[in-house]
């Protein structure tokens, strides 16, 4: 790998702000840094609290975007699942519509009103009609205990419409817990575990599906390695990210040999603007696999000058944390 120096990457950079259309991870606008390289542009767009070492998988997924390039797609178009972010029922059926033509919806619980949270699931239940599936995200919220509870209770409303319970707790050993005790047939998917706790080994025997994500991995080549070592489905899902961040997602998607269904990929739908003029977002519930150019007059747009520097900053102590072997 020609690895870019810092120069290079701060020469084209372009720090945006975007609003979101509904509060998602307890934050209303979206940060985002990009650069361009030989092979077009890539995002570094880690959440604010992010420290360096999280940070630097963010920044060289961006890095090989802009400079290296992804393997060969295995498929063009990638189906894509509804991202529902918690809230209100009615909240919840207003962020459905965003995503044109999706069949799968994957509902963030909040872990603490279950009613609510019930609730939710039975009025997008109701929109998405009995085709449809949905997925729950626990972010790693629940005991034990909760998480048999609660994944009981909502199979017991939704039945087989419910196809899997994502990171119910959030530990490796708590999931592993839930996997063995569980009375109900429901699926766990884990995603936490493998990109914060790095676990890979005989995933099979803790849980059902693998989520991978491109940034938060490091970029595609690594997240394609980590599925190559999964023998089990996988799904690729994403980060908040602008359509360019995006593209890499789809990248992953396109490569991945055992990927299962929808992925999480439609998230551009959530924000309330992006840097290309047709954005990556579902038609007809998938999304083809195209080129990505930021247009000029949406880094314009949404341009956050008093962030600039801060972004800047950011690049810079990320940058010397990397490996650039």
């Known amino acids: 790998m020609n690895f870019p120096s810092l120069a290079e990457l701060s020469d084209s950079l372009r720090v945006v702000a975007i609003p979101l259309k509904q509060k998602f991870r307890g934050i209303t606008t979206r940060e985002v840094a990009l650069f361009e390289g030989p092979f077009g542009w890539g995002e570094f767009s880690p959440f604010l609290e992010y420290d360096v070492a999280e940070s630097s998988r963010w920044l060289a997924a961006g890095i090989e975007s802009a400079f290296v390039g992804w393997p060969a797609p295995k498929r063009e178009v990638i189906e894509i699942n509804a991202t529902i972010p918690d809230g209100t029922p009615e909240e919840a059926v207003a962020a459905l519509a965003f995503f044109q033509g999706c069949r799968t919806a994957k509902i963030k619980v909040a872990g603490t009103h279950s009613s609510l949270d019930t609730a939710r699931l039975v009025a997008v239940e109701r929109v998405l009609g009995d085709s449809g599936k949905i997925r729950i995200d626990a972010n790693g919220c629940w005991s034990v205990a909760e998480a048999l509870k609660q994944i009981t209770s909502f199979y017991e409303v939704l039945g087989n419409t419910l196809e899997y319970v994502e990171q119910p707790c959030a530990t490796v050993s708590e999931i592993a817990q839930v996997h063995e005790k569980l009375s109900v047939p429901v699926p766990l998917a884990i995603d936490e575990g ?19 994500k491109v940034a938060p991995m490091g970029g595609v080549k690594n997240a394609l390695h980590i ?39 439609g998230t551009v739908d959530l924000l309330g603007g992006d840097v290309i003029s047709h954005s990556l977002v579902a038609e007809d519930g998938a999304i083809g696999l195209r080129e990505v150019v930021p247009s000029l007059e949406l880094l314009d747009r949404w341009a956050a000058p008093d962030r600039a520097q801060w972004w800047q900053n950011r690049l810079t102590m990320t940058y010397e944390f990397l490996d650039r072997r």
Do not use: F, H, W
């Not at 593209?247 to 040999?257: C, D, I, Q, T, W």
């Open 227 to 265: 599925a190559q070592q999964l023998d089990m489905p996988i799904v690729v899902s994403s980060a908040l990210e602008t359509s360019i961040g995006m593209r890499a997602g789809l990248a992953l998607a396109a490569a991945v040999p055992n990927l299962l269904g929808a992925c999480g990929l």
């Open 194 to 212: 493998i990109r914060k706790e790095g676990y890979t080994r005989n995933l099979s025997d803790i849980a059902d599906v693998a989520i991978l």
